[in-house]
């Protein structure tokens, strides 16, 4: 089992950025497709973006164009680059590792197996 910590989070303005990390330890996950979630008071969990274990991305369509992932499997850490952030981005953001190792399609939230505590962002308008 991988144990995910997420960190980055914290309070931007509107139209700011923000860098969010996921490190994991207990395997290496350079092998794992990654996924960020986020969940907003009162609201389901929504995906946001994912990126699989050769470098290919997917994405959210309410954060095309602003927010991006990248690996760095040497440090066994997945980014979120979040720019240009609305209020509507306020959420815990979590990331996700696959369950399974060389899925070479967007996993479904169930596949998932291995989440972090989550990190608080908050986008002020």
């Known amino acids: 089992q991988v144990q995910l910590v997420e960190s980055g989070g914290g309070l931007v303005q509107a139209g700011g950025s923000l860098r969010l990390s996921c490190a994991a330890s207990g395997r290496t996950f350079g092998t794992y497709a990654v996924g960020w979630f986020r969940q907003a008071p009162g609201k389901e969990r929504e995906f946001v973006f994912a990126i699989s274990w050769t470098g290919t991305k997917y994405y959210a369509d309410a954060v095309k164009g602003r927010f991006t992932i990248s690996r760095d499997n040497a440090k066994n850490t997945v980014y979120l680059e979040m720019n240009s952030l609305k209020p509507e981005d306020t959420a815990v953001y979590y990331c996700?590792?696959?369950?399974?190792?060389?899925?070479?399609?967007?996993?479904?939230?169930?596949?998932?197996?291995?989440w972090g505590q989550g990190t608080q962002v908050t986008v002020s308008s």
């Open positions: 996700a590792a696959d369950r399974k190792s060389y899925r070479d399609y967007l996993p479904s939230e169930a596949d998932f197996g291995s």
